[in-house]
């Protein structure tokens, strides 16, 4: 093959080196703009399973490398004037100058034609000429830019700046130095790279970074390997304690807003993207050499392995495309954390670490108990301390007081509209749904939506509390699960608003009704997407009406013997449509403004609130972002949560969507956790009320991450409950716990220990006359070169 490589970087590089390897015959060139002895940046972090493949692709690098790596495997956590060491994390590490200089000998002595301080031809006559051509010409490449129809790019500039820096101060492990400073929170990344020094990021929020006075220079600019010096002296001030004496190094040192790059297609005819130009990832979760690398293991194994480059090109990206979005969404979960420090200020400093090392969702409370035992068991006891236990059990086995009720533990059926009502009444149906969640063993079960009119319905098949016949009905299946387990059993009500009159979900949801349908309600004549009723924008009357539903709804509940209530406002029904401006366009004083729009939904919970006795549970669930453009965000989410707290909530249900048909939600494992979050550490925390997580939240080992992490204080699972109805007891027995908060109803008791399966119960025999050498502890090893660089050799 003849192949052209634009970009002379570690994975253009790296890529020229493994064809020429496959094949001596490939004519490889490669054009770089910049000089050889040009690289910015000071340390790259490779993982060992990348190590791994580097060693098998390429054996003279991997050795190399391995001999001027620097090994560890602590992170040390600096917050509120404490450090905590957590292990088992295993790092490795080296500088990027050397990186560069071993790839670029290694291309050179293997007969690639590599082109310093050239700039490569017009791509287009690059790809005419030569059988393949990549573009590896990193984060603002020109060749993304010119075929920009056939990748389809999207860059996310975020909120927060950082700038790359290095100090001559050698850390032994990774460092966090989280830092609370009078402008705001400000924390470096920090990890050694060689014997002689270590990598220093410094990153703020653009809120923190003005206010701290670093935008001085927003308006200088600076000539290619032109560092920020008054920046860079303002951070050494800052952080004089943390650096020790120690000098702050620069290379081409500036601040820089991180731009996360996504490709709907990473290739054009015979031109393919890799590394910076196809998709980056955010620094805190990895090194964008380390992704570029694996792209190029990745491409030249395809390209050897298809007899046609538009195969092989296919190949590659099939493969390559999932482990990439696996790391980006990573990345996205990071640097989101990151960009939200400040909310963390005042957390307890355990807690602050463990929430630090799960932020991404890749470590999680029992894959932390495989890395370092020893501080997996500090979290679990450190959270039993901040909720006054004197026993450490799973973080979901707490008990939990919402409001005026005691929860046995902190798992949720969350609410989930069955459409199995007749005229609103819950029948048989309704006693063994909502009997069998409770007696598998969850904390507190909520009810569907039930509706407080008879227009208020989303379907004819939705319960009520219009009518006393419908109160007894739901007194009887409170009665059952209060007799038949410990678990509590809340009401969640609401009202259909424009989402109202339509078929039942299995008929075609959201479609409305061809016969028997009825008027709906909103705040304006909108309908909820394309083909769905227009609504009636209610006056002032109508909304007097609704309101009183609502309250008459909540004293039916009441004496139906509900121990907690939930007021719906979220998902597009009727309140939740007052909160968006998408669905509330109305000219009047409920519209517009912010505080307009959160005028009758704040006037019902009000009116609820006032009837709702005292000694019970009073909450809102809420949609913590519209996603979609013009909508509310998460940032709407905490001023509304703020208000309805204001109002006496004692909890904050946190879900999100479904307020207009054309929302495009970022789906995901736990993929709501981040808004509960925000929510509870900016507002509900400091106020005592509880903030309840929801969405896709699936494992008990996720459940006692979220709450072991200070995200939530109660976590609220549905479809998980539909799957199996007995979750909760079954997550008790696979965690070994048997304590009050997982009571067996004593019908079930011989099923509480997990059954046998296949040989996992095997006993097996002693087979050695000696004890086997036992291996060395790894789980804490520091970089330290001058004492054990020759033991750190060994042990890998």
Same mark, same amino acid.
């Given at each position: 093959?003849?192949?052209?490589?634009?970009?002379?970087?570690?994975?253009?590089?790296?890529?020229?080196?493994?064809?020429?390897?496959?094949?001596?015959?490939?004519?490889?060139?490669?054009?770089?703009?910049?000089?050889?002895?040009?690289?910015?940046?000071?340390?790259?972090?490779? =993982?060992?399973?990348?190590?791994?493949?580097?060693?098998?692709?390429?054996?003279?690098?991997?050795?190399?490398?391995?001999?001027?790596?620097?090994?560890?495997?602590?992170?040390?956590?600096?917050?509120?004037?404490?450090?905590?060491?957590?292990?088992?994390?295993?790092?490795?590490?080296?500088?990027?100058?050397?990186?560069?200089?071993?790839?670029?000998?290694?291309?050179?002595?293997?007969?690639?034609? &590599?082109? #310093?301080?050239?700039?490569?031809? @017009?791509?287009?006559?690059?790809?005419?000429?030569? @059988? /393949?051509?990549?573009?590896?010409?990193?984060?603002?490449?020109?060749?993304?830019?010119?075929?920009?129809?056939?990748?389809?790019?999207?860059?996310?500039?975020?909120?927060?700046?950082?700038?790359?820096?290095?100090?001559?101060?050698?850390?032994?492990?990774?460092?966090?130095?989280?830092?609370?400073?009078?402008?705001?929170?400000?924390?470096?990344?920090?990890?050694?790279?060689?014997?002689?020094?270590?990598?220093?990021? &410094?990153?703020?929020?653009?809120?923190?970074?003005? *206010?701290?006075?670093?935008?001085?220079?927003?308006?200088?600019?600076?000539?290619?390997?032109?560092?920020?010096?008054?920046? &860079?002296?303002?951070?050494?001030?800052?952080?004089?304690?943390?650096?020790?004496?120690?000098?702050?190094?620069?290379?081409? =040192?500036?601040?820089?807003?991180?731009?996360?790059?996504?490709?709907?297609?990473?290739?054009?005819?015979?031109?393919?993207?890799?590394?910076?130009?196809?998709?980056?990832? +955010? #620094?805190?979760?990895?090194?964008?050499?380390?992704?570029?690398?694996?792209?190029?293991?990745?491409?030249?194994?395809?390209?050897?392995?298809?007899?046609?480059?538009?195969? *092989?090109?296919?190949?590659?990206?099939?493969?390559?495309?999932?482990?990439?979005?696996?790391?980006?969404?990573?990345?996205?979960?990071?640097?989101?954390?990151?960009?939200?420090?400040?909310?963390?200020?005042?957390? @307890?400093?355990?807690?602050?670490?463990?929430?630090?090392?799960?932020?991404?969702?890749?470590?999680?409370?029992?894959?932390?108990?495989?890395?370092?035992?020893?501080?997996?068991?500090?979290?679990?006891?450190?959270?039993?301390? /901040?909720?006054?236990?004197?026993?450490?059990?799973?973080?979901?086995?707490?008990?939990?007081?919402?409001?005026?009720?005691?929860?046995?533990?902190?798992?949720?059926? $969350?609410?989930?509209?069955?459409?199995?009502?007749?005229?609103?009444?819950?029948?048989?149906?309704?006693?063994?749904?909502?009997?069998?969640?409770?007696?598998?063993?969850?904390?507190?079960?909520?009810?569907?939506?039930?509706?407080?009119?008879?227009?208020?319905?989303?379907?004819?098949?939705?319960?009520?509390?219009?009518?006393?016949?419908?109160?007894?009905?739901?007194?009887?299946?409170?009665?059952?699960?209060?007799?038949?387990?410990?678990?509590?059993?809340?009401?969640?009500?609401? +009202?259909?608003?424009?989402?109202?009159?339509?078929?039942?979900?299995?008929?075609?949801?959201?479609?409305?009704?061809?016969?028997?349908?009825?008027?709906?309600?909103?705040?304006?004549?909108?309908?909820?997407?394309?083909?769905?009723?227009?609504?009636?924008?209610?006056?002032?009357?109508?909304?007097?009406?609704?309101?009183?539903?609502?309250?008459?709804?909540?004293?039916?509940?009441?004496?139906?013997?509900?121990?907690?209530?939930?007021?719906?406002?979220?998902?597009?029904?009727?309140? $939740?449509?007052?909160?968006?401006?998408?669905?509330?366009?109305?000219?009047?004083?409920?519209?517009?403004?912010?505080?307009?729009?959160?005028?009758?939904?704040?006037? &019902?919970?009000?009116?609820?609130?006032?009837?709702?006795?005292?000694?019970?549970?009073?909450?809102?669930?809420?949609?913590?972002?519209?996603?979609?453009?013009?909508?509310?965000?998460?940032?709407?989410?905490?001023?509304?949560?703020?208000?309805?707290?204001?109002?006496?909530?004692? #909890?904050?249900?946190?879900?999100?969507?479904?307020?207009?048909?054309?929302?495009?939600?970022?789906?995901?494992?736990?993929?709501?956790?981040?808004?509960?979050?925000?929510?509870?550490?900016?507002?509900?925390?400091?106020?005592?009320?509880?903030?309840?997580?929801?969405?896709?939240?699936?494992?008990?080992?996720?459940?006692?991450?979220?709450?072991?992490?200070?995200?939530?204080?109660?976590?609220?699972?549905?479809?998980? +409950?539909?799957?199996?109805?007995?979750?909760?007891?079954?997550?008790?027995?696979?965690?070994?716990?048997?304590?009050?908060?997982?009571?067996?109803?004593?019908?079930?008791?011989?099923?509480?220990?997990?059954?046998?399966?296949?040989?996992?119960?095997?006993?097996?025999?002693?087979?050695?006359?000696?004890?086997?050498?036992?291996?060395?502890?790894?789980?804490?090893?520091?970089?330290?070169?001058?004492?054990?660089?020759?033991?750190?050799?060994?042990?890998?």
């Amino acid at each position: 093959m003849k192949i052209a490589v634009i970009g002379g970087g570690p994975g253009g590089l790296y890529f020229a080196a493994l064809m020429k390897q496959l094949d001596s015959n490939h004519k490889v060139t490669v054009w770089e703009r910049n000089a050889a002895s040009d690289t910015f940046g000071f340390g790259v972090v490779f =993982s060992d399973e990348t190590l791994g493949g580097i060693g098998n692709a390429d054996p003279v690098v991997a050795e190399y490398m391995s001999r001027r790596f620097a090994r560890w495997s602590d992170i040390d956590i600096h917050f509120r004037d404490q450090m905590h060491t957590v292990g088992g994390q295993g790092f490795a590490a080296m500088s990027r100058k050397e990186l560069l200089e071993l790839l670029q000998r290694r291309s050179i002595e293997l007969g690639v034609d &590599v082109r #310093f301080s050239t700039m490569a031809p @017009d791509v287009e006559q690059l790809s005419a000429e030569y @059988d /393949l051509v990549l573009a590896a010409d990193g984060l603002n490449s020109a060749v993304r830019t010119k075929y920009a129809q056939s990748f389809k790019p999207s860059l996310d500039p975020r909120t927060s700046k950082y700038m790359w820096l290095g100090t001559d101060q050698v850390f032994e492990a990774f460092k966090f130095f989280v830092k609370e400073t009078a402008a705001g929170t400000m924390q470096i990344h920090g990890y050694p790279y060689s014997d002689e020094g270590s990598t220093f990021i &410094v990153e703020m929020h653009e809120d923190v970074w003005r *206010a701290a006075g670093f935008d001085e220079t927003e308006n200088e600019v600076f000539a290619p390997g032109v560092s920020d010096q008054k920046a &860079v002296d303002k951070v050494t001030e800052i952080f004089a304690d943390e650096l020790a004496g120690y000098k702050v190094l620069t290379n081409n =040192s500036k601040w820089i807003n991180f731009t996360t790059v996504r490709n709907e297609n990473w290739r054009h005819e015979n031109i393919v993207l890799l590394g910076d130009s196809a998709h980056t990832a +955010h #620094f805190s979760i990895g090194s964008g050499t380390k992704l570029a690398m694996e792209d190029a293991l990745a491409l030249a194994a395809c390209l050897h392995e298809h007899a046609d480059v538009d195969r *092989a090109l296919a190949a590659y990206e099939t493969e390559r495309r999932p482990v990439v979005e696996s790391t980006q969404r990573a990345a996205q979960a990071s640097l989101e954390w990151f960009e939200n420090i400040g909310q963390y200020k005042d957390q @307890d400093p355990v807690q602050f670490c463990f929430n630090l090392l799960t932020r991404s969702r890749r470590i999680t409370a029992e894959n932390l108990k495989l890395r370092d035992p020893g501080f997996a068991q500090t979290v679990e006891a450190n959270f039993a301390r /901040l909720n006054g236990q004197q026993h450490s059990a799973p973080a979901m086995f707490q008990p939990y007081t919402l409001g005026g009720i005691e929860l046995a533990n902190r798992v949720v059926v $969350s609410s989930m509209d069955m459409y199995s009502a007749s005229e609103g009444v819950p029948g048989e149906f309704h006693l063994v749904h909502l009997g069998s969640k409770a007696q598998g063993g969850a904390g507190l079960v909520m009810t569907e939506m039930v509706c407080v009119s008879d227009i208020g319905r989303i379907t004819p098949g939705c319960t009520g509390l219009y009518s006393d016949e419908q109160a007894t009905a739901w007194k009887r299946i409170t009665e059952y699960v209060h007799s038949n387990s410990q678990a509590k059993i809340g009401a969640q009500i609401g +009202h259909s608003g424009r989402k109202g009159s339509t078929k039942l979900m299995w008929e075609g949801i959201d479609q409305p009704l061809e016969e028997g349908n009825w008027e709906v309600l909103a705040p304006s004549a909108l309908p909820y997407g394309e083909g769905c009723h227009v609504p009636v924008a209610m006056d002032r009357t109508q909304m007097d009406e609704v309101r009183q539903q609502f309250v008459d709804a909540a004293r039916r509940a009441d004496a139906a013997g509900f121990d907690a209530l939930e007021v719906h406002m979220a998902h597009g029904y009727l309140l $939740s449509s007052f909160l968006s401006p998408l669905s509330n366009q109305r000219t009047d004083e409920y519209g517009g403004s912010f505080a307009n729009r959160l005028r009758f939904p704040l006037e &019902v919970l009000d009116a609820v609130r006032e009837i709702w006795p005292a000694d019970k549970a009073l909450g809102v669930r809420v949609s913590a972002t519209d996603w979609a453009e013009g909508g509310n965000t998460d940032d709407d989410a905490v001023l509304i949560s703020q208000a309805f707290i204001e109002h006496g909530a004692q #909890f904050i249900d946190v879900s999100s969507g479904q307020v207009v048909k054309s929302e495009k939600p970022a789906f995901g494992r736990s993929y709501q956790t981040p808004f509960a979050d925000k929510i509870r550490n900016r507002v509900a925390a400091a106020a005592g009320v509880a903030v309840i997580a929801v969405g896709a939240v699936s494992t008990w080992d996720d459940a006692n991450s979220i709450l072991l992490a200070g995200r939530a204080d109660l976590i609220a699972l549905g479809r998980t +409950h539909l799957y199996n109805p007995q979750w909760t007891l079954q997550a008790a027995a696979e965690q070994d716990y048997a304590g009050a908060a997982a009571l067996w109803p004593k019908q079930y008791k011989a099923g509480r220990r997990k059954p046998p399966s296949a040989r996992t119960d095997a006993v097996r025999p002693r087979l050695s006359l000696l004890p086997q050498n036992q291996e060395e502890d790894l789980t804490h090893v520091r970089w330290t070169p001058d004492a054990n660089a020759s033991a750190l050799t060994a042990s890998h």
